[in-house]
């Protein structure tokens, strides 16, 4: 379907496979159920629940197929432990002047979550610190400016 890798921890694949599970065995037939009962309501011509329904059986068809996609595509990445440089599946403590260190896990884009300090390898911060090692510093831009920082460990 695409030639596009899909990056997912062991984790992240897990996840993907048993949202596609609740999707194709519940989520389908609570639809498939709306849908006949607004049916069995009479016109659907004006009928709010009827296409309401079939709004939900759409995004429902496109989301299934977009995970079938990530999953057939997927590359899993494991955390190496003690790595060099870093790399995907590297939970890496970065420091920018003047602030506490933080820490991220460099994940693929379908499990990036910043708020949970998974961020992703396509991200302007996962590109500069791809490949940088402990001491380097890394500059990335951000919509609000310029930002600097110093890798202190990669695990």
């Known amino acids: 379907m695409t030639d596009r890798k899909t990056f997912l921890t062991p984790e992240g694949y897990r996840k993907l496979e048993e949202e596609l599970e609740y999707l194709t065995t519940v989520r389908r037939s609570e639809i498939a159920k709306i849908i006949h009962e607004a049916k069995m309501d009479g016109d659907v011509m004006e009928n709010a629940g009827y296409d309401e329904a079939r709004r939900q059986q759409a995004f429902l068809e496109?989301?299934?197929?977009?995970?079938?996609?990530m999953i057939e595509s997927a590359e899993l990445i494991q955390a190496n432990g003690k790595a060099d440089a870093v790399c995907l599946g590297s939970r890496v403590t970065v420091r920018e002047d003047g602030y506490s260190p933080e820490t991220y896990t460099i994940v693929g884009s379908a499990e990036a979550d910043p708020t949970s300090g998974r961020i992703s390898n396509a991200s302007p911060m996962g590109k500069a610190l791809m490949d940088h090692r402990v001491g380097d510093r890394v500059s990335f831009s951000t919509p609000g400016g310029a930002v600097d920082v110093e890798i202190v460990t990669i695990e």
């Open 62 to 69: 496109g989301r299934i197929m977009t995970l079938q996609a």
